[in-house]
């Protein structure tokens, strides 16, 4: 049995985060130029920049998932609300309960800091992580735009 630790970001991550983060990204066929992988993770350890959060998934001692997560204002809520930004566990360990532990723990941080909802897009074509969210959330009409 493996033993598995979720816990926040930490300076000493950087490397592995970064290993992780370009994982994600290239699912989505997307790639960040340096000084956004620097500022990025400059924010996420910030102790100055309290609406960005990271929290990694260890398995064995070893980052194998991370979680992306910041706080912001809502014109229909009091309350802030989170934006789960970026998930992403390594590929062998998709199904074992890495990715809804992740999710899990931002609820329960976004429980503690009072946010008045979790919220979070995916793609389409993301198969395997919507059959997840559709067991720890619920599917919205909404249609994203962008400029």
């Not at 300076?11 to 790639?31: K, N, V």
């Not at 390594?90 to 723990?105: F, H, K, S, Y």
Request: with cysteine; aromatic share 14%.
């Amino acid at each position: 049995m493996h033993k598995t630790i979720i816990r926040p970001l930490a300076e000493a991550d950087e490397a592995e985060w970064r290993r992780l983060w370009t994982l994600y990204l290239a699912f989505y066929e997307s790639t960040v130029p340096e000084a956004v992988y620097a500022t990025t993770f400059a924010r996420l350890i910030s102790r100055e920049q309290a609406d960005y959060h990271c929290l990694l998934a260890l398995v064995d001692g070893e980052p194998r998932g991370l979680v992306h997560y910041l706080y912001h204002g809502h014109c229909w809520h009091i309350d802030p609300v989170c934006y789960l930004q970026d998930l992403y566990v390594d590929v062998e360990l998709r199904g074992t309960g890495l990715g809804r532990a992740l999710i899990e723990a931002v609820y329960a941080e976004a429980d503690k800091a009072g946010a008045a909802s979790v919220y979070w897009h995916t793609q389409h074509f993301n198969a395997v992580g919507r059959r997840l969210y559709d067991r720890v959330a619920s599917l919205t009409p909404f249609v994203m735009y962008r400029r």
